[in-house]
């Protein structure tokens, strides 16, 4: 009975302490009541004011500067007169080595004599010429006798190429005019690369030069012209394709007085000798230019190959613009080359230049001596 008590009374001890400790946890955290629903609401935020900071933007690196095109330095005179004699020596020409087998015959007699005159008519030498020489030959060889054949030939051929003429080009004006070049010829004869050439020619004598690309019916040779100054730093004057010729080499001479230039080389247009409206043409380009500064030179450019319809033209061209001086291309490729003889005797006017191939820098001074020399090896 006494441990039923015990057990009794134990127990509720243990009761009492858990209900103790239960409300003294009950106090400590409190069950927050249950929240009323709250209508949405909306929130405005006010703006912020700011302030704007320039920020220095770095500048961007400038593109670096084209360089400059290197200009091309022409040959001077000297060696292109090497040239001259080189190319004239290696080419096939039938004239010299003609003369030279006949000549150098142990007897000279008439059939010889005929062989020459045939040699020299079939090179373009030209009738009277011929007469001359073959006549100037047989004097000599028989009055002097133990003469030196191939020397007498050379000094009768100089002296037919005639050294006395004045081959300066009149490349320099007076007062404050530059000296104005008119180059003229028919088509495809080679007159804007020979205007090209003729520029390197001056720009090697340190001249100042202004081109005039008075050709404005082919777009073509405007373009090249522009292209042969631009390799030796020489201005060139353009108008619009199809324009007035004579006012473009207006505007070129006057450029050239601007810019106190030496000379004025002025391409103009290829024309065939018997089309009298373009011969007429060109009367008017040089008139138009000389209202301005005078015409120093008027150069008629001739394909060496063509012969005696190269004389025809020279006629025709030198009635219309009264022709200073001759440069005849190809002569390198020519078998004919008595028409530098022949044209110079019909028109008195000597030939200044020749081309002797397509380099930059193949057109040189004409020298009587130079040629004859190279003809006879």
């Known amino acids: 009975m006494t441990l039923l008590l015990i057990i009794v009374a134990i127990a509720v001890v243990a009761l009492v302490v858990v209900g103790t400790t239960a409300a003294l946890i009950s106090r400590r955290r409190p069950t927050a009541p249950p929240r009323a629903p709250q209508a949405p609401t909306t929130t405005t935020t006010a703006p912020v004011p700011t302030t704007t900071t320039p920020v220095e933007v770095p500048e961007a690196p400038e593109a670096p500067a084209e360089p400059a095109p290197v200009l091309e330095r022409p040959e001077t005179t000297a060696s292109r007169l090497v040239r001259l004699r080189q190319r ?76 006395t003429l004045d081959r300066r080009l009149q490349v320099t004006g007076e007062g404050d ?8 010829g028919v088509n495809g004869s080679g007159k804007t690369t020979t205007v090209g050439k003729i520029a390197r020619i001056l720009v090697a004598e340190n001249r100042r030069v202004v081109l005039g ?33 004579a006012s473009v080499a207006f505007d070129a001479v006057r450029a050239g007085a601007e810019a106190q230039a030496d000379t004025v080389l002025v391409d103009t247009a290829g024309r065939l000798q018997n089309k009298q409206g373009l011969m007429d043409e060109l009367g008017k380009v040089k008139r138009v230019i ?41 002569l390198d490729g020519s078998a004919k080359g008595g028409i530098v ?28 001596e130079a040629f004859v020399d190279a003809l006879l090896g």
Not at 291 to 319: C, H, M, W, Y
């Open 88 to 163: 004239l020596a290696g080419s096939s020409n039938a004239l010299g080595r003609g003369l030279l087998a006949l000549i150098s015959r142990e007897q000279l007699d008439e059939d010889t004599w005929e062989g020459i005159e045939d040699v020299l008519l079939t090179s373009d030498i030209g009738v009277g010429p011929t007469q001359e020489l073959v006549e100037g030959l047989r004097t000599r060889l028989r009055v002097e006798g133990n003469a030196d054949a191939r020397a007498v030939l050379r000094e009768e051929l100089v002296k037919l190429v005639d050294p």
């Open 177 to 184: 005019h530059p000296g104005v070049v008119l180059v003229v």
């Open 213 to 245: 690309a008075a050709d404005t019916f082919r777009a073509a040779a405007v373009e090249q012209l522009a292209t042969w100054g631009e390799r030796v730093g020489v201005e060139v004057v353009r108008g619009p394709e199809g324009g007035d010729p």
């Open 290 to 330: 000389e209202k301005q500064a005078p015409v120093t030179e008027v150069l008629l450019v001739l394909d060496a190959t063509t012969g005696q319809n190269g004389l025809i033209q020279a006629r025709v061209f030198s009635e219309a613009v009264d022709v200073t001086g001759i440069v005849l291309t190809k």
């Open 341 to 368: 003889v022949q044209v110079q005797r019909e028109l008195g006017v000597p030939v200044k230049l020749v081309g002797l191939g397509e380099g930059p820098d193949d057109l040189a001074p004409f020298s009587p």
